[in-house]
């Protein structure tokens, strides 16, 4: 039986505590890591990027008088990408909160692997990667209204 509804909570449970099933080829296990790393970075990504063409369809679309100057054909092929793109988003997020959640309980149920400088560095360069992105200069063009990613 599982000790939580994470899938890895159940992966882990068949092997004893502390085991070192996971990481006991730590290159492999680095490289594992690595490659969680690289997919949620990448859903992120894909997400921060769409985030401002959503913002500036919106934008176009509470400017009455821009959004009835553009052709009907204009509008719908907008509109269509716009509910495109904020599907994109909502599904990129989805998938990256549930990859980090991943590795968020590999790092609280097996410590000793994560203390690799290499994992520590990647593992600090992600975090302020994202930090930065969310909160600099820029940060400003990935608000959106509430209501589309509802």
Same mark, same amino acid.
């Given at each position: 039986m599982c000790c939580a509804p994470h899938p890895c909570c159940c992966l882990l449970s068949c092997f004893? *505590? *502390?085991s070192p099933?996971?990481?006991r080829d730590l290159p492999t296990? @680095?490289?594992f890591v690595n490659g969680i790393m690289n997919h949620s970075n990448k859903l992120l990504d894909d997400a921060l990027i769409t985030l401002p063409k959503i913002r500036e369809t919106l934008q176009l679309r509470a400017n009455g008088a821009e959004w009835?100057? +553009?052709s009907e054909e204009t509008r719908e092929v907008r509109l269509k990408e716009l509910r495109e793109n904020e599907q994109m988003v909502q599904s990129s997020l989805l998938l990256a909160n549930q990859t +980090?959640?991943?590795l968020s309980f590999l790092t609280g149920h097996i410590h000793e692997p994560f203390l690799c400088n290499e994992l520590v560095a990647r593992l600090a360069g992600l975090l302020m990667s994202t930090?930065? *992105?969310l909160s600099g200069r820029r940060g @400003?063009? +990935?608000k959106v209204g509430v209501?589309? +990613?509802?």
């Open positions: 004893p *505590r *502390r099933f996971f990481y296990f @680095v490289k009835a100057a +553009l +980090l959640d991943m930090i930065t *992105r @400003v063009e +990935l209501a589309c +990613l509802v």
